[in-house]
């Protein structure tokens, strides 16, 4: 019986075979298997805090590094006269072991259940994802590596990604669609910072322009535009909305960069109090606990 030759992909390392199942027995689905282009970092390093969907907050910034091959020098020719792309990526820390039919949107406050195809959720038959975002530009000057400068960006940092694709308004824009259960707007929320938390802003902001070479960088926007939407999980806005009395005082963090960005509930406003250094990966005051 003549074997069935692997289709060879024009990325070396990337091949897939189609699977047909066992002689004699009805043939199971095709698989495939796709190795990553490369990564996207971002500035989120934990789960907490990321925007739920891409272009929530246009101030999240990412930079998509391609594998270090001489091919995507060439494949990223002419993207750069697109002023927006997709991003295909796998969820690559959702956590679960398999997927799961239904799921609690933390749109519909973690209440209602949904079918997870009629969802954006992570934990999905295969945990594969897309976003829209802005290209801001692509840098050839490193002849080892691609990087492609987006932002608006909803990932992780380090999520693997698997394509790209220009997005094209005439034929991705649908005026006329409706957003099904989503419908709802989102609300949005007054945010204040401390003096000390506008100190600390400061000092960061210039120092990750510097290190980004990227004088663009608003990082006081970015955490607005990320809080104003109270970045929590369902349960916690369930039990703790912040329009309710006892949910005054209340204080929260997540990482953001390298730093953690600390705020409370105040009355009807989210406060920021501070942005704190991590030590080792590790909030300060963890850090010297276990010291």
Same mark, same amino acid.
């Given at each position: 019986?003549?074997?069935?030759?692997?289709?060879? &992909?024009?990325?070396? =390392?990337?091949?897939?075979?189609?699977?047909?199942?066992?002689?004699?027995?009805s043939?199971?689905?095709?698989?495939?298997?796709f190795a990553?282009? =490369?990564?996207?970092?971002?500035?989120?390093?934990?789960?907490?805090?990321?925007?739920?969907?891409?272009?929530?907050?246009? /101030?999240?910034?990412?930079?998509? !590094?391609?594998?270090?091959? +001489?091919?995507?020098?060439?494949?990223?020719?002419?993207l750069?006269?697109?002023?927006?792309?997709?991003?295909?990526?796998?969820?690559?820390?959702?956590?679960?072991?398999?997927?799961? +039919? &239904?799921?609690?949107?933390?749109?519909?406050?973690?209440?209602?259940?949904? =079918?997870?195809?009629? #969802?954006?959720?992570?934990?999905?038959?295969?945990?594969?994802?897309?976003?829209?975002?802005?290209?801001?530009?692509?840098?050839? #000057?490193?002849?080892?590596?691609?990087?492609?400068?987006? &932002?608006?960006?909803?990932?992780?940092?380090?999520?693997?990604?698997?394509?790209?694709?220009?997005?094209?308004?005439?034929?991705?824009?649908?005026? #006329?669609?409706?957003?099904?259960?989503?419908? !709802?707007?989102? /609300?949005?929320?007054?945010?204040?910072?401390?003096?000390?938390?506008?100190?600390?802003?400061?000092?960061?902001?210039?120092?990750?322009?510097?290190?980004?070479?990227?004088?663009?960088?608003?990082l006081?926007r970015?955490?607005?535009?990320?809080?104003?939407?109270?970045?929590?999980?369902? &349960?916690?806005?369930?039990?703790?909305?912040?329009?309710?009395?006892?949910?005054?005082?209340?204080?929260?963090?997540?990482?953001?960069?390298?730093?953690?960005?600390?705020?409370?509930?105040?009355?009807?406003?989210?406060a920021?109090?501070?942005?704190?250094?991590?030590?080792? =990966?590790?909030?300060?005051?963890?850090?010297?606990?276990?010291?």
């Amino acid at each position: 019986m003549q074997k069935k030759r692997a289709k060879k &992909s024009a990325y070396p =390392g990337t091949e897939y075979v189609a699977r047909s199942g066992p002689p004699g027995k009805s043939p199971a689905p095709a698989t495939y298997e796709f190795a990553p282009i =490369g990564i996207v970092r971002t500035a989120f390093a934990e789960k907490f805090g990321i925007p739920r969907q891409p272009g929530m907050v246009s /101030e999240a910034k990412g930079v998509i !590094e391609l594998d270090s091959h +001489p091919f995507f020098a060439i494949a990223v020719d002419k993207l750069e006269t697109f002023s927006h792309l997709w991003i295909v990526f796998v969820f690559h820390e959702h956590g679960a072991r398999d997927w799961k +039919p &239904s799921i609690r949107p933390p749109r519909l406050g973690g209440r209602k259940k949904v =079918g997870v195809l009629a #969802s954006r959720s992570p934990h999905r038959p295969n945990p594969i994802g897309l976003s829209a975002v802005k290209l801001d530009r692509v840098d050839l #000057s490193d002849p080892k590596k691609v990087r492609i400068h987006v &932002s608006g960006v909803d990932l992780l940092d380090r999520t693997p990604i698997l394509d790209i694709k220009p997005y094209i308004p005439f034929a991705d824009s649908i005026p #006329s669609a409706n957003a099904g259960w989503a419908a !709802e707007p989102i /609300e949005k929320f007054p945010v204040e910072f401390s003096t000390r938390a506008t100190s600390a802003l400061e000092r960061h902001e210039k120092r990750i322009r510097l290190s980004k070479k990227d004088d663009s960088i608003d990082l006081r926007r970015m955490i607005v535009e990320m809080l104003e939407l109270d970045p929590r999980p369902a &349960s916690q806005k369930r039990k703790m909305p912040p329009k309710e009395a006892d949910s005054k005082g209340l204080r929260f963090a997540f990482t953001l960069f390298d730093f953690d960005v600390k705020w409370e509930i105040r009355e009807n406003t989210f406060a920021v109090l501070d942005l704190e250094d991590l030590v080792d =990966g590790r909030p300060r005051d963890l850090a010297k606990k276990k010291s």
